[in-house]
């Protein structure tokens, strides 16, 4: 099964590891005040969880992934202070060519239904379409995901060009037995990191040829989003204290397709496929926060969504009106001083809106996704 970042939270857990890992970040007065951002306002959250281990070096993998020769992709707004080539220096990966890190992420999805409203069909038609849209609301939790993983990281290459990550998992359940875990297949994903930021595509590969060919079905923004290398902030400039507005984009087909499909009396509304919907676009704010004793790099990320309203209609004469009413989020990282990540936390929460009319029937109703994402070392 391909793990979905969506996805993915533990609320309470996210107010308990603020408090409980304040020591990594200096304080527990400074962690008392997220948790209290936490549980009164609609942000996201990385928290520090441990100071990383001395780097690991092993052999490198016996058969790398070619590098890239595709074009890459920038990472950085070309308005913004401080741009690669500015005095101070930037973040990279300086770890040699075989280090590799294991790694556990726990992640997990909240949906919840608030502000139906049913119309057009007179008292009696209204209540019981409400009714029958309640129960089958109840499904939404189904949506919601615990899931937990083994990755590791790698480097595999380095030359003139850039420097190579990967990143492996075993599909199924971090918590499979050994015995479990080899009879799954494993997956790599591999990007080629270039001085100032810069990114190549992201290459997919497995030893199964039918599970290789599952994700390379996928989309870019579905890979990068499996990649948790994908938001790193290699090329910020390490300059404590400066704030670096990222551009960002989301995609929100599969959210709103989720949702709507997990309701069989809203079949009639249901998005055409493809929905072609524009993206979400988002603004990101990065922040270096220096170092620790150990000489960690510590960096916290803050975001919110543009406006985003969609409307389709159908061809019996349906309409569908799509809004994302809000979103924001906060995460904290922590990255080892050779560049490769140690840990992470992070906690989103996003209102999706929905209103559906055929004929004198009207529905609507606000769908509210919370979702938490932690990274740790393996063994902690």
Known sequence: ?????LLHRLYIGCVSAALCLATTLGGTTQAQG?????????????????????????????EPLPLSTATPSP???????????????????????GTQVGLTQVSTAIYELSDLEVSGLGNAGDAALEQQLRAEFRTLAELGQSQSHALELAVLNRS?????????????????????????PTVQLSQLLLPG??????QVSSPDAATQARYRRLPPSALDRLNISA??????PLSAGERISVPAQRPVDELFRDVLSS???????????????????LRREQVYQGQNSRGDHLFQTQGSALPWQQQLKGSSGSQLTLEVVDMAQMSQAVY?????????????TMHLRVTAQSGAARVSFTVQLRFTSALRPVGS
Do not use: C, K
């Open 263 to 281: 309701i069989p009396a809203l079949n009639d509304w249901a998005l055409p496929s493809p929905a072609e919907l524009p993206v979400l676009d």
């Open 336 to 348: 080892r001083s050779d560049g490769l990540p140690h840990s992470s936390f992070e906690f989103s």
């Open 197 to 202: 930021g810069l990114r190549g595509p992201v």
């Open 160 to 184: 003139p060009a850039g420097t190579e990550l990967a990143i492996r998992w075993t599909e199924g359940s971090a918590l499979s037995t050994e015995a479990e875990s080899r009879l799954q």
């Open 34 to 62: 997220w948790a209290g951002s936490l549980r009164n306002s609609a942000v996201t959250w990385r928290v520090t969880l441990a100071q990383a281990p001395a780097e690991q070096s092993v052999p490198p993998p016996s």
């Open 1 to 5: 099964m391909i793990p979905r970042p």
């Open 231 to 236: 938001d790193a902030p290699y090329g910020l």
């Open 75 to 97: 990472r950085w707004s070309s308005t913004r202070s401080g741009l690669p080539g500015s005095p101070q220096p930037s973040f990279s990966v300086a770890a040699p060519v």
